[in-house]
C-alpha cells in the first residue's frame, strides 16, 4: 500500500516509516511534486494542498484522503463522495490551542489591555483603569464542537453561563442551555459574549446577518475563529462602524490575506490576529499520531478510524 504526502513532515517521516514498515511513504512538498506513477499506484493521500478532481482523476487507486485541516470546504466533496472516498480531517487536534486563544481574547477584552498597551505605547500612566469581571457573564457559541467543549470546560472557571446553539439543540458537556439553529435569533441577546466556532457549510455561509448584531446587547463582545463566511465583510464592516455592538475579536475572514487597504484595519472597535488561533508548534505531532492510529485502523479493516467526515454535511 502507497501513502503519498502533500507535505514534508521533517523528522516525524522517519517516525512513520519505522511505526508503519509495510507501508510504501512518498513525501512530496504538493502535488505539483507528485510522480505520475505515484499517482497511478497511491492508496492514500495526507497533509493539505490544493486537491482539484482533475488531479484525483489521475489517481484512480485513491481510497482515503487524510486531511491535516479541520476545515474541508475547499475540497471537491461532491466528487469525493461519488467515489465513495474515505475523508477524514484533524478535529480535536486545535482544541487546545485554540480554546486558549479564545480565552485569551476575553481576558485581553475584559481587563483592557489593549487600552493598557496604547498607554504604554504613548508613555502615558493611568492607574485609575478599571477592568470587569467575568463572573456572572454569558458566553454564546455558535456551534458545540471540540473547540467549543474545551473552552466551555475553561470558562466554566470564571463562574459564567455557557450556552450553546447546534443544530439539533442537543445537550452537550459543560453548557448550562442549548438551541437549535432555527432558535438563534431568540436567544442571541441573551449572551455579552458571542463566540463562532462553526465550521463553512451550505447551511453556514452567511448565516449571521445585521439583524442577528442589532439583536445583540449593544455591549457585546463578538469572536469569530470559526469561519469568516459565517457573515459578510459589508456586514459585520458596517456593524462594527456604526458601533451596533462595542466590540469584535477576529481571527478570520470572508476572505484572506486582508489586503493593506483592508477597511478592517481603519475600524477601532475591533481587534485583529491573521488566522493563527490554530497553530502551535506541538500541531504536527498530534495530526500525525491521529494519522498513524487511523492508518493501523484502515488496514485492519476494524471501522474505528477517527475524525471520518460526513462529506454530505462537510463537517
Known amino acids: 500500500m502507497k501513502a503519498v504526502s502533500l507535505i514534508r513532515l521533517g523528522e516525524k517521516e522517519e517516525k512513520l516509516k519505522e511505526r508503519l514498515p509495510n507501508i510504501e511513504f ?22 493539505v494542498g490544493k486537491l482539484t478532481e482533475d488531479f484525483l482523476e ?13 476545515g474541508v470546504e475547499k475540497l471537491p466533496l461532491d466528487y469525493l ?11 480535536g487536534a486545535h482544541e487546545v490551542q485554540m480554546s ?9 477584552d475584559y481587563k483592557n489591555m489593549r487600552t493598557s498597551f496604547k498607554n504604554q505605547i504613548n508613555r502615558h500612566y493611568n492607574s485609575r483603569l478599571t477592568g470587569k469581571n467575568l463572573k456572572g457573564q454569558s458566553i454564546m457559541f455558535l456551534g458545540t464542537g471540540s473547540i467549543a467543549q474545551r ?19 442537543k445537550q452537550v458537556d459543560n453548557f448550562d442551555e442549548t438551541y437549535n439553529m432555527e432558535e438563534v435569533e431568540q436567544v442571541i441577546g441573551y449572551a455579552d459574549i458571542v463566540i463562532n466556532t462553526l465550521p463553512q457549510t451550505t447551511k453556514t455561509t452567511h448565516l ?12 457585546a463582545l463578538f469572536i469569530n475563529v470559526g469561519r469568516g463566511s459565517v457573515v459578510k465583510n459589508e456586514v459585520i ?10 466590540h469584535a475579536y477576529l481571527d478570520v475572514f470572508e476572505n484572506e490575506p486582508l489586503s493593506q487597504d483592508s477597511k478592517f484595519y481603519d475600524i477601532d472597535n475591533i481587534s485583529i490576529t491573521a488566522h493563527i488561533s490554530g497553530n502551535n508548534t506541538e500541531y504536527s505531532d498530534e495530526v500525525t499520531d491521529i494519522f498513524i492510529d487511523n492508518l493501523k485502523s ?15 454535511k462537510g463537517y
Request: charged share 25%; with cysteine.
Open 100 to 108: 486558549e486563544f479564545i480565552i485569551g481574547y476575553i481576558l485581553a
Open 151 to 169: 473552552t466551555a470546560q475553561l470558562a466554566k472557571a470564571f463562574g459564567v453561563r455557557i450556552i450553546g446553539v447546534n443544530t439539533t439543540g
Open 208 to 219: 449571521l446577518s445585521k439583524r442577528h448584531f442589532e439583536l445583540m446587547k449593544d455591549t
Open 298 to 312: 484502515f488496514l485492519n479493516k476494524d471501522g474505528t478510524i477517527e475524525n471520518e467526515v460526513d462529506i454530505s
Open 58 to 70: 489521475e489517481c484512480p487507486n485513491l481510497k482515503w484522503i487524510a486531511w491535516y485541516a479541520t
Open 26 to 47: 512518498v513525501f512530496t512538498s504538493g502535488v505539483d511534486e507528485i510522480a505520475d506513477q505515484d499517482k497511478k499506484d497511491l492508496d492514500i493521500l495526507f497533509g
Open 237 to 246: 464592516i458596517e456593524v462594527l462602524q456604526n458601533k451596533i455592538i462595542r
Open 81 to 91: 463522495q461519488r467515489r465513495n472516498i474515505i475523508l477524514t480531517n484533524n478535529k
